[in-house]
């Protein structure tokens, strides 16, 4: 596989925020390869750039805050919502359409994993939700930047995606329970319909994938420079989140509200 990555130019030209993006990744300090486990390196790595994403005004005020109003609240809540799950379904769709490039390679047992195969609970989500799933046409720019970085890395240095793969299960997978549990009480869910994307696994679950998960990042046949950089990509992939979550929080009614004071607008 190459070793080049993140820290060439790609065959399209990106926006001059991810190439931003790109230039803070390659300057941040990583540990030298080989004295840990890729797992290691990756959860020590991103813990920033993951906080920052998961602590997004968005995400708390979506998932965390008590939304008051009565109807009206529950509705704002619930576009907010709809918005978000488009969001992931459009990239999720993306990430899913190239794994065909990466069947019976050495990234095979990472990429394949079936907790990432998502984009068919996400269609049921928002079929429930909206009755329909188009999200192309709802994907906002920097879900668009998201979804061009992975066909990039996809064409030039597909143990890239490594990254992508890892921060969605950081993202996704282990915070399924807690989400699930706050969008069921919401909007009063009966079973898994709403929550079929955060289809939430029992901690002794949890537990095991997580080992299942590291042993296999752990076992990739990569050279100390295809670690770095996907350590370098795992804290893009992070912010390239958080910058999804920004924009859906911008101008958003109840959510700049709760970041600056603002009262809620009607919804749009």
Same mark, same amino acid.
């Given at each position: ?8 130019? $790609? ?8 190439? @931003? /993006? ?8 990583? @540990? ?31 998932? &965390? ?27 999720? $769709?993306?990430?899913? +359409? ?12 990472? /990429?394949?994993?079936?907790? #990432? ?17 188009? $999200?192309?046409?709802? +994907? *906002? ?5 998201? =979804? ?12 890239? #995606?490594? &990254?992508?793969?890892?921060a969605r *299960?950081? /993202? ?6 807690? @989400? ?5 009480? &919401? ?13 939430? $696994?029992? =901690?002794?679950?949890? &537990? +095991? ?15 100390a420079d ?18 999804? *979550? ?18 809620? *607008?009607?919804?749009?």
């Open positions: 596989m190459s070793a080049t990555g993140s820290l060439r130019l $790609s065959r399209t030209e990106l926006s001059a925020r991810v190439r @931003r /993006l790109s230039d803070v990744e390659a300057a941040a300090p990583v @540990r030298e390869p080989g004295a840990a486990p890729l797992s290691v390196l990756l959860e020590e790595g991103t813990a920033q750039a993951r906080q920052q994403a998961e602590r997004s005004l968005f995400l708390q005020t979506l998932f &965390a805050d008590d939304w008051e109003g009565g109807v009206y609240g529950q509705f704002v809540r619930a576009q907010h919502y709809v918005s978000y799950l488009r969001q992931l379904h459009y990239l999720y $769709s993306a990430f899913e +359409a190239l794994l065909p490039r990466v069947v019976d390679t050495p990234l095979t047992p990472v /990429l394949l994993l079936p907790e #990432l195969r998502r984009a068919d609970a996400l269609e049921a989500d928002l079929v429930y939700f909206c009755g329909e799933t188009r $999200s192309d046409a709802f +994907a *906002c720019l920097e879900a668009r930047l998201h =979804a061009q970085r992975l066909r990039e890395i996809a064409a030039d240095a597909p143990h890239l #995606l490594v &990254a992508h793969a890892y *299960c950081m /993202l996704d997978v282990f915070t399924a329970a807690p @989400r699930a549990r706050s969008i069921s009480e &919401a909007f009063e869910l009966e079973d898994d319909r709403g929550i079929r994307f955060y289809d939430a $696994s029992t =901690a002794p679950e949890l &537990a +095991a994938f997580r080992v299942r998960l590291h042993s296999r990042i752990d076992g990739l046949e990569l050279d295809e670690v770095q950089e996907v350590v370098q990509e795992a804290r893009m992939a992070f912010r390239l989140h958080a910058l999804v *979550c920004d924009e859906l929080a911008r101008g958003a009614p109840g959510i700049m509200a709760r970041g600056g004071g603002a009262a809620p *607008c009607p919804p749009r």
